[in-house]
C-alpha cells in the first residue's frame, strides 16, 4: 500500500500561516495543519516536511529526520539561527507579508 506523502504546517503567526498554507499547497501534497504539541509529535515523523514558526518549533525539533525541518519568520526578520540549528532545522527562511 502506498501512502501519500504529506506535509505539517504547524504555524501560529497570523501573517506566515496562510503563506505557510500556499507554500505547501503548491506542492501538491496532502496538508496536516496543525499546532497541538501532541498532533506535531504523531505526525512530524511520516511527514516529507515540516513547516514551522518560532512558537512550534520546539515541538517538531528533533522529532523528525533532519533535512525536512523549516523554520519559518515574517518579514522584516531576522532569523532566529540559534533556534533553527538548536531544532535541527534544514533552514530558516523570511516569508513575504
Known amino acids: 500500500m502506498t501512502t501519500t506523502p504529506t506535509i505539517l504546517v504547524s504555524v501560529t503567526d497570523p501573517v506566515l500561516h496562510p503563506e505557510a498554507i500556499n507554500i505547501a499547497a503548491a506542492t501538491g501534497m496532502d496538508i496536516i495543519d496543525t499546532s497541538d504539541p501532541r498532533d506535531i509529535v504523531r505526525h512530524a515523523p ?3 516536511a515540516i513547516l514551522v ?3 512550534t518549533a520546539t515541538h517538531a525539533g528533533g522529532i523528525h529526520p533532519r533535512g525536512h525541518l523549516f523554520l519559518l519568520h515574517p518579514e522584516p526578520g531576522p532569523v532566529d539561527w540559534t533556534l533553527a540549528v538548536r531544532i535541527g532545522a534544514a533552514d530558516a527562511v523570511i516569508l513575504p507579508a
Do not use: H, I, L
Open 53 to 55: 514558526d518560532a512558537t
Open 46 to 48: 511520516k511527514a516529507a
